[in-house]
């Protein structure tokens, strides 16, 4: 069964960068059709979209965060990650790591989530 | 950008009771594009249908979904008291490449 867990610091301060990693186990993030992205959702609000990226290193970003986001793959470790930079309260949200399928349309495996909290 | 609208924001009904909840998008979405989520309260969401109206696997056959073009609909055929949740569509394609309704939230009556 595929499992994903996110880990990272759950409080940043304003102005530094968000750092996550998503571990994969239970299959490998080298295959395909899959994406593996991050989605996130502020308290009590709905669901963002931040970023997709193929094993390859292929990656797609919502043009509302491309400045500030970076998505990378680590392969020999199962393992992928987000970068958020310029952070401020509207950052602070649950963030999740899922895998899409069918070449990143739709999300069919989520991690638990994550809740990242941006306070001085 | 691809909007999406979900109506009703809340809709509140009876176990047994028939479900229907629409999501509109602002411009015409790919049928094959088209998803429907459901997350309960501190949980992640879940897969339901994919490509408007394909189950996910061990999604039971009480949920369907249909549409096409901008008017795509989630249907719930008979509520069990675990089916209260929020759902929520989303679609691919478009500029961001992946957008969500706002989600309805479904309660018990």
């Known amino acids: 069964q595929l499992q994903l867990q996110e880990s990272g610091p759950g409080l940043v301060k304003p102005s530094e960068t968000l750092s996550l990693t998503c571990t994969v186990s239970?299959?490998?993030?080298?295959?395909?059709?899959?994406?593996w992205g991050w989605i996130r959702q502020p308290p009590g609000k709905g669901l963002e979209w931040i970023g997709s990226?193929?094993?390859?290193?292929?990656?797609n970003y919502n043009p509302s965060l491309k400045s500030r986001v970076t998505i990378s793959v680590d392969t020999s470790k199962n393992q992928f990650s987000l970068k958020l930079s310029s952070v401020t309260a509207a950052d602070t949200a649950v963030y999740y790591c899922a895998r899409l399928s069918g070449y990143g349309v739709r999300s069919d495996y989520w991690g638990q989530g994550t809740l990242v909290t941006v306070s001085s | 950008e691809i909007v999406l609208t979900q109506s009703p924001g809340t809709l509140s009904l009876s176990p047994g009771e028939r479900a229907t909840l629409s999501c509109r998008a602002s411009q015409s979405v790919t049928s094959s594009y088209l998803a429907w989520y459901q997350q309960k309260p501190g949980q992640a969401p879940r897969l339901l249908i994919y490509?408007?109206?394909t189950r996910a696997t061990g999604i039971p056959d009480r949920f369907s979904g249909s549409g096409s073009g901008t008017d795509f609909t989630l249907t719930i055929s008979r509520l069990e008291p675990e089916d209260f949740a929020v759902y929520y569509c989303q679609q691919y394609g478009g500029s961001p490449l992946i957008t969500f309704g706002q989600g309805t939230r479904l309660e018990i009556k």
């Open positions: 239970g299959g490998s993030i080298s295959s395909s059709p899959y994406y």
């Open positions: 990226i193929y094993y390859g290193g292929s990656t």
């Open positions: 490509g408007a109206s």
